[in-house]
């Protein structure tokens, strides 16, 4: 090879490295995992690196708030990147609906969950697992099923609470609850259920549960940030988010 290529080879791969960047976001744990596999792609694609953190959407709030080194913040909901925004922890004019949220009742046993959730009317288990409702948004949209089906009260005895959606689906996966309202993206692989059964709750028992990414003030001017969330409105993502069971 050439001296003179070898040389331009080298400078661009200097180059590259050089512009290369890290970038720190705050993930809702229900997006775990299809962020575990679009933060793989994102840094093949383009060199940066992804520092992610999963955890519940009303914990990352208070921690951004209090100064925590996040980037960018990939809520389980549209209101906290919307509150972010007005209170000045986030640039404004970058928050975006990346996934639309589906919400599902799970049970590790196969065949026990039926495909319309009349077992919740039978109410013949132990226990129930959801989100605890003032952390996480899919606790919240769990808690108006229940109450529009006019069973809050009824099973209210039965309810146990995760930290947040990751939890929740830990208490169902371990036995310690007998059943539990999780999201599409941990149960399903490709659009199939991969354990147990389940029941797809239908969208009009609860609102539309948008999760809505946003840039936060700490990441403004990040190239590595900009870059990602520039990746997250793309092609390639959206049909990734959507074979987890997610709407865009």
Do not use: C
Not at 163 to 192: M, W, Y
Request: proline share 4%; no cysteine.
């Amino acid at each position: 090879m050439p001296r003179y290529v070898f040389a331009l080879i080298t400078l661009f791969a200097l180059a590259s490295h050089t512009s290369a960047g890290e970038v720190r976001i705050a993930v809702a744990s229900n997006f775990m995992a299809p962020m575990k596999v679009m933060a793989a792609q994102f840094e093949r694609d383009t060199g940066h690196t992804v520092l992610a953190s999963y955890g519940s959407t009303g914990k990352f709030y208070a921690q951004i708030r209090n100064g925590a080194p996040f980037d960018i913040l990939l809520a389980a909901d549209d209101e906290t990147p919307a509150r972010l925004d007005r209170e000045g922890a986030a640039v404004a004019s970058t928050r975006f609906t990346y996934a639309i949220g589906q919400l599902v009742l799970w049970s590790a046993q196969a065949g026990l969950v039926d495909d319309q959730g009349r077992l919740l009317m039978k109410g013949n288990f132990a226990h129930l697992a959801l989100a605890d409702p003032k952390l996480a948004p899919y606790g919240a949209a769990a808690l108006e099923v229940l109450q529009k089906m006019k069973l809050d009260r009824v099973l209210a005895p039965k309810l146990v609470l995760g930290e947040n959606i990751a939890q929740t689906h830990q208490f169902v996966a371990s036995g310690a609850a007998t059943l539990g309202f999780v999201s599409s993206s941990q149960v399903l692989d490709n659009g199939k259920l991969t354990s147990g059964s389940a029941w797809p709750v239908p969208a009009d028992l609860h609102a539309p549960i948008r999760q809505d990414a946003v840039l936060l003030a700490q990441g403004k001017g990040k190239p590595a940030a900009e870059a990602f969330l520039s990746y997250l409105k793309g092609e390639k993502a959206g049909m990734l988010i959507t074979t987890f069971g997610y709407g865009r």
